[in-house]
Each structure stands twice: as C-alpha cells, then as structure tokens.
C-alpha cells in the first residue's frame, strides 16, 4: 500500500514562493507516474505536473509552466512541488497522487488514472 502526505506553508502574498512537499511510504517503482494536483472551491480537480521517474519525463498544465515545478527525491522517497509567482488563481487545494503506470503523453492529468492520493493541503494567495 502507498501513502502519502503532503506538507507545506499554506499562504503566501501575489508574486510569492512556496514549496510543497510529499512524503511517499510503501512501494514505489520507477514505471509509476509521480503528479500534483489542485481543487479550486467549485471547479473540478485538475492535473499540474507530472514526472515518470524511469526517464525524468515532466509535463505541467500550460498555466504553470514557466512558475512550477516538480522535483523527486530519490533517497528519502518525497515529490517536490516547487511554486514561484504565485497568482491568486493558484489558491487551491492541492495533492500529490502516484500512477501505478507510466504518465502517458495524452492523459496524464486525468485524475481516475491515479491510484493513490495525498490528503491534500491548502494554498491560499492573498491579493
């Protein structure tokens, strides 16, 4: 069984910085596909970034791209969510979740392709 658990300061001002983290237990292989996502208060939960750990392989939603970024650390098992500019439409909840599959090219923010999920941690960016 995977676990996961996210950890990061959840406020931060417009143009601001903040670092999330996941931990991730139980078995891990490097054919999975490691994302990060974010819920909005009434919109759908949408995919950010993904990595394929066999070949470092990232993706991120166009609006992100350029400001975030994912990282993994291979030794202590923890996604890193690395985000910069922040803007306010970038609050959210957001979670770390494991793919037992590769990240696909097409569909790798497709959240019912991931099998293990993150409890989700606040981001709030106050204008």
């Known amino acids: 069984q995977v676990q996961l658990v996210e950890s990061g300061i959840g406020c931060v001002q417009t143009g601001g910085s903040l670092s999330l983290s996941c931990a991730i237990s139980?078995?891990?292989?490097?054919?999975?596909?490691l994302g990060w996502f974010r819920q909005a208060p009434g919109k759908e939960r949408e995919g950010i970034a993904s990595?394929?750990?066999?070949?470092?392989?990232?993706a991120y939603l166009p609006s992100v791209e350029g400001r975030f970024t994912l990282s993994q650390d291979n030794a202590n098992n923890t996604l890193y969510l690395q985000m910069n500019s922040l803007k306010p439409e970038d609050t959210a909840v957001y979670y770390c979740?494991?793919?037992?599959?590769?990240?696909?090219?097409?569909?790798?923010?497709?959240?019912?392709?991931?099998?293990?999920w993150g409890q989700g941690t606040q981001v709030t960016v106050c204008s």
């Open positions: 139980g078995y891990i292989d490097s054919s999975f596909c």
């Open positions: 979740a494991v793919r037992r599959s590769s990240c696909g090219w097409a569909n790798w923010g497709i959240q019912s392709k991931y099998n293990y």
């Open positions: 990595l394929y750990s066999r070949g470092g392989t990232t």
